[in-house]
């Protein structure tokens, strides 16, 4: 009897001295009621009734911040949330220099959100989310960090303003998309406008391009034919010059210069004239030179 006893005594002894810490906790043990050591995961003796374990979850965890209404800046009342992540760093502080750490962090977060919230307006705190959150970040991760703790981020649930509020901003936003809108459109009715514009004056350009182009090909061709028309009567003053002066003047000759006398007697210039006696073969010739006036547009009396 005494030794089943005895065993009895034992195995409680070692049951209650055994502890299996878990591979995402950590053990502290106090040895009469005094810090005695922190041990990791696996199997750990600790001696029964003087030894006393505590394990510390160190996975990463959070804490949801209750709603709470917060004024702004511009004194309208919102209504903000968030949730804090932290995980554990220091077992021995997280147990003893903190008596409900869940509710102090809790606090602490409402706190220090109501007065970040409270020094932006309404506008500020619906595009500044990020700022506000590295803030709260910093400033818990700071407070938090004799603790034994580390807070690893902050995010804003939710920043919800009044009914009213929602609304007008509702009306607000479509009158600004809509002068957006209309901006847009006559942004692109001015740039079609300008963009025909620029076509005609090239079309213009252009066309008023080809039209010189074709008068001065125009003047070019009547100057050609000018210059060709009194080379070619050039050439027929040579050739009758060349045959009054190097040969003997035939009856084509002796006509012409009896047409130019009969011009200046015309013109007032002559008061005499002599006729040579060929008489057909003058006529003729006078005939044919003054065909060839009438061609020239020359007032020559027949």
Known sequence: MFFVIVALIVVVFISNGVRIVR???????????????????????????????????????VVDVPPQQVITKDNVAVEVDAVVYYEVTDPMKVIYNVANFYLAVT?????????????????????????????????????????????????????EPPADVTEAMHRQMKAERLRRAVILEAEGEK??????????????????????????????????????????????????????????????????KYMEALQKVADGKATKIFLPLEGTNMLGSIAGISELFKDKDKNIPE
């Open 107 to 159: 606090k602490l977060a409402q706190t220090n959100l109501r007065n970040l919230v409270g020094d932006l307006a309404l506008d500020e705190c619906l595009t500044s989310r990020d700022r506000i959150n590295t803030q709260l970040r910093e400033i818990l991760d700071e407070a938090t960090d004799k603790w034994g703790t580390k807070v690893t981020r902050v995010e804003l649930q939710k920043i």
């Open 23 to 61: 591979p995402y906790e950590k053990g502290v043990v106090e040895r009469l009621g005094s810090y005695n050591r922190t041990v990791g995961s696996g199997l750990r003796l600790i001696l029964p009734i003087i030894d006393r374990m505590n394990k510390v979850d160190m996975r990463e965890q």
């Open 191 to 256: 740039q079609a406008a300008i963009l025909k514009s620029e076509g005609e004056k090239q079309a213009k350009i252009l066309s008023a391009q080809g039209e010189a182009e074709a008068l001065k090909q125009v003047a070019d061709a009547e100057k050609y034919q000018k210059i060709a028309r009194a080379e070619g009567e050039g050439q027929a003053v040579t050739t009758v010059f060349r045959a009054m002066h190097e040969g003997e003047p035939t009856n084509d000759i002796l006509a012409l």
